[in-house]
């Protein structure tokens, strides 16, 4: 069992959310998300974390897989209105057609087994339902950065890989819905609309890339 990069983490996890350059880039994140949520009732969200999203996703059911004992207990704190349970991607400790929607959200960075965790993922969907994936787009100015502090150690990203958007439909095939957001580089002044949309224009990989599949 690898340690856990995220145990010193949880209590400042969403701290960056709240300057004004992670302000941004979560709200642009966000947008992405919402434009590509399925309906239904319940929601299995897989590497939850600290719960941001739980906490603001619009499911009647929800719950929330952790494997980070630390992550798991703010959340629970932070979200006690879903359902916590310690867990990893790879073996899901629930029956077979159990959600609607199935959401990985920057966590296939961290895992052990890739395939093996969206094969789980697809194992506990209703007939019907949808699986969404979100990554951090290895060719994103964003994936250099993270890289770079990997290599000096620096957690979680030095337990952390990294796929692009073709590897994931290389194990998933083609999604049915695709977005992407926050085009700017880590280093951008504000104004962070402006940065953005010349990023784009440069020709950047949003640093998340989203996809759905049914």
Known sequence: MREDPFA???????AW????LGAFV???EEKALRALL??????????????????????ARKVGLEPSLAMLQVGRRRVPEATWVEGRAEALP????NFDVVLHFTVL??????EKALVEARRVLKPGGSLLVGILEALSPWAALYR?????GVLP???????TREDLKDLLGPPEAEGEAVFLAPQAKPPFPEADQAGLRAGNRGALYLGRWR
């Open 26 to 28: 979560i709200a642009e």
């Open 94 to 97: 629930f029956p077979g057609q």
């Open 8 to 14: 010193p983490l949880a209590e400042a996890y969403e």
């Open 148 to 152: 770079r502090l990997g290599g000096k």
């Open 17 to 20: 959310y709240e300057t004004p």
């Open 157 to 163: 990203w030095a337990q952390a890989r990294f796929l």
């Open 109 to 114: 960075e961290f895992v052990e087994d890739v």
């Open 38 to 59: 399925p309906p239904g009732e319940s929601l299995l969200e897989v590497g939850a974390g600290t719960g941001y999203w739980l906490k603001r996703l619009p499911y």
